[in-house]
């Protein structure tokens, strides 16, 4: 592979660890959301069920006030707690049925189905109870016992139902606690994964460029240095090996051309003796020509005065030759008054003849 893969490569590891961590800690979120939620829900279920309990106890006061009212003949509180009965019974189921109505386990669900009918046998009897308070009190009093009965019944569903409660609500907090414990471990687990396989995959990935480089490094100073006989051994198809692959090429054609530059010196060095030579050769010969040249200037200069000789010879005989042209020229006017004289000597022999 090569070092731009390499680091892709590296780079892709390190987003799927990122992906990795983010999608457990997405995983772990929503799961204790859930529990959040659930816990949530069944908390808000106990507090309907507390504030039921509160109306359930609301109701026994109110027909207990409502017997007393008519014993002692007060319309007035009679009323207040017929009425405050009516209110009380309806905030009772409201929040039975706001509870129902909640998220919750369907085994909360169930207790609560469970619930309902002695919830309506209680407010029956609170209602029939504070009824016939309000006619007369002997009777609301032989009631009292029926009433006590569903109190005492509802008393005991909505105990059990509120220690259901309190149970998944402790279980749901021990539950989201253990998970979070969970998740933060296998965070955690996963984080520490990610550092040791990055940082070998890192110092592998270091290791394998830094190591060709020093190496590409050293060849380079050494070859600078004249020193062409190092092995260079260039593994792999990274950047590097075909960084040291070219260093490799790059001395074998150093020594070629070296070699080729001794061999031409060898030649040269052949050359220059022979030049060298032949030089010295041609210095002897120029000696003897610098002798000759002396003899020649010698005998030059003996020609020189001859030639001066010669030619105030030449210039003399010049002037000889001139005077000899004048005689000559004057001969020639003797000449032609000869042959003129002898044309008239022949012409009066003629005549005499």
Known sequence: MTIKFKLIGLALISIGFTVLVGAVATYDIRSLRADISENQAAVSALRKVTDADMMHDALRADVLAAIVSAYDRDIDALNRALSDMSRHSARFRKDLTDA??????????????????????YIAAALETGGAASKSVTEAQAKLPMFSKAFEDLETRMTQFSAKIETLAE????RASGDAASFSTVILAVIVAAVLIL????SLLIGSIVRPLNLARTVARRIAEGDLSQDI???????????????HAMQRDLNSTINEIRHATDTISTASGEIAAGNTDLSQRTEEQASSLEETASSMEELTSTVKQNAENARQANQLAVSASEIAVKGGGVVREVVNTMTGISASSKKIA
């Open 171 to 174: 279980s749901r907090n021990a």
């Open 100 to 121: 129902e109505a909640l998220d919750l386990d369907p085994e909360l669900r169930k207790s609560i189905q469970e619930i309902t009918p002695a919830l309506n046998a």
């Open 199 to 202: 940082a070998v995959l890192s």
């Open 233 to 247: 051994a260039a593994a792999g198809n990274d950047e590097t090996a075909m960084l040291l692959a070219s260093l």
